[in-house]
């Protein structure tokens, strides 16, 4: 079973950064994309950015530019660094791993993270 747990969240003023990390556990089969979504009270959970097997990354146009996505061991853990932060980044922040099922398989299963909050505040 793939276990994730992030870290890093906390209280932060505007214009400020944070790092936020997601360590991976367990055993996976050969990943192809791993990122990071955010859910603010009362509304959907959003892709924020993903990186994926061959390397190239994705953002969400309202981080584009201030995040960064990355990884290192292996896959073992995931990163994402926030700069120029604003209100409008308060949420709960959950890192996935999008994982095959196998070695010659295009299957593949998404495993979560529980989340860790992220809050913006003056």
């Known amino acids: 079973q793939v276990r994730l747990v992030e870290s890093g969240g906390g209280l932060v003023q505007p214009g400020g950064s944070l790092r936020l990390s997601c360590a991976a556990s367990g055993t996976m089969f050969p990943v192809k994309a791993m990122g990071w979504y955010r859910q603010a009270p009362g509304k959907l959970r959003k892709e924020v950015a993903e990186i994926t097997d061959d390397g190239f990354t994705n953002y969400a146009d309202s981080v584009k530019g201030r995040f960064s996505i990355s990884r290192m061991n292996s896959n073992k853990m995931l990163s994402l660094q926030m700069n120029n932060l604003s209100y409008e980044d308060t949420a709960v922040y959950y890192c996935?791993?999008?994982?095959?099922?196998?070695?010659?398989?295009?299957?593949?299963?998404?495993?979560w993270g529980q989340g860790t909050q992220v809050t913006v505040s003056s």
């Open positions: 996935f791993v999008d994982v095959y099922r196998g070695e010659d398989t295009w299957d593949s299963d998404v495993y």
